[in-house]
């Protein structure tokens, strides 16, 4: 990832949606190094193993690989299967490539790139700016999709000003135009999860369908989101809609830093790219950007200071920490990038743990 080319990144965005793999595995079961079969410095890549060795390196590699899939681990996933293929005949390489796992890390290969380029997109134009929030936004010639970005400078540590993202249970308690609580659509984890989020305007139901999946940097100290609507509905056994309710196709990407002068503080940069549904004038979909875009930004300043609150539901699940989620972000705090947020900051992102 980041400036070199792994194994599957060449024709990431080509792949088809797969189906959410949720189950976490414990952090002592991951392995940190190859297995022995894969170990760069014992096996030479010039020297190509007999087609018994082959079958067992390529099975293991997948293993090594889905151990680090489950816990969103994409680039050490990349690198394993990357290390493998240096090794097998190309015959042996092409089954590995048709497995499910080297698909799926092809895809998440794609998702991570898609919301990097999202948020370093160029054509922004600036609509407003005050008390720390910044609104640009992108015009549609077609004038079919409205896309804005936001930049947010929050007063609260990221383990804190995330948490209203990653609690999705707890969305409802700030977004009161919520008509029901979040509903979490198979087990997931925080690094990669999948739920549905409903609206009532007036007779119709509005049904937003979001898979998140998230990227941590803990060389550059950042933490990178991608959300959209297209994913494996039926796997999940998604509720079906009734006549009256919309889902609207939706994509976005955030991205997370700790404030480059060592204050607590966090930026928070936020991109969402929406269709109208139908053709609208310029100015419709710039008013239409602005009330989304403004209401959503007061939502996360909203959340991030009631996850602040000693005792408040946030705090209580950031303190139990149960899945080790908020200890990771803690170290990201840690690393603290000197860099101020720029599009040209995502370029130093390699994505290394």
């Not at 965005?13 to 079961?29: F, S, Y």
């Not at 898609?114 to 407003?128: H, I, N, P, Q």
């Not at 249970?169 to 690094?191: A, N, R």
């Not at 928070?268 to 139908?278: D, Q, T």
Request: one cysteine or more; a negative charge; aromatic letters at 8%.
């Amino acid at each position: 990832m980041g400036q070199t080319t792994g194994c599957c990144q060449a024709t990431a965005e080509a792949q088809p949606v797969e189906q959410l793999e949720p189950v976490v595995a414990p952090q002592d079961q991951l392995t940190h190094g190859f297995v022995d079969i894969l170990n760069k410095d014992e096996v030479s890549t010039n020297t190509l193993p007999a087609k018994a060795d082959e079958e067992n390196l390529t099975k293991r590699a997948l293993e090594e690989a889905e151990r680090h899939l489950r816990d969103f681990n994409l680039d050490r996933a990349d690198e394993v299967l990357g290390t493998a293929l240096e090794q097998l005949s190309e015959a042996s390489a092409e089954r590995l490539r048709s497995a499910e796992t080297f698909r799926r890390v092809q895809r998440h290969l794609g998702q991570y790139e898609l919301a990097k380029d999202m948020l370093a997109s160029d054509d922004f134009e600036l609509l407003w700016q005050q008390d720390g929030t910044r609104m640009e936004v992108k015009r549609d010639p077609c004038c079919r999709v409205f896309e804005y970005r936001l930049v947010i400078d929050l007063e609260q540590p990221l383990s804190q000003a995330v948490s209203h993202f990653e609690e999705v249970d707890l969305i409802h308690k700030v977004q009161k135009q919520l008509c029901q609580p979040v509903e979490t659509l198979g087990s997931g984890s925080p690094w990669h999860k999948a739920y549905m989020m409903c609206f009532s305007i007036a007779v119709l139901r509005i049904e937003v369908l979001h898979e998140l999946f998230r990227y941590r940097d803990k060389t550059n100290g950042v933490l990178l989101e991608g959300v959209c609507t297209e994913f494996d509905h039926t796997a999940l056994n998604v509720p079906a809609k009734s006549w009256r309710a919309m889902r609207p196709w939706n994509i976005a990407a955030n991205l997370w830093k700790p404030h480059e002068d060592g204050s607590g503080r966090t930026t928070f940069i936020h991109v969402s790219r929406a269709e109208a549904g139908m053709t609208l004038a310029s100015w419709m979909l710039d008013t239409a950007a602005y009330f989304v875009a403004r209401g959503f930004a007061a939502d996360v300043r909203k959340a991030a200071a009631e996850a602040s609150v000693p005792g408040s539901p946030w705090m209580e699940r950031i303190n139990a920490d149960k899945d080790g989620f908020y200890a990771e972000l803690r170290e990201i705090e840690k690393v603290r990038s000197t860099v101020p947020w720029d599009k040209r900051a995502l370029a130093a992102c390699t994505l290394r743990w």
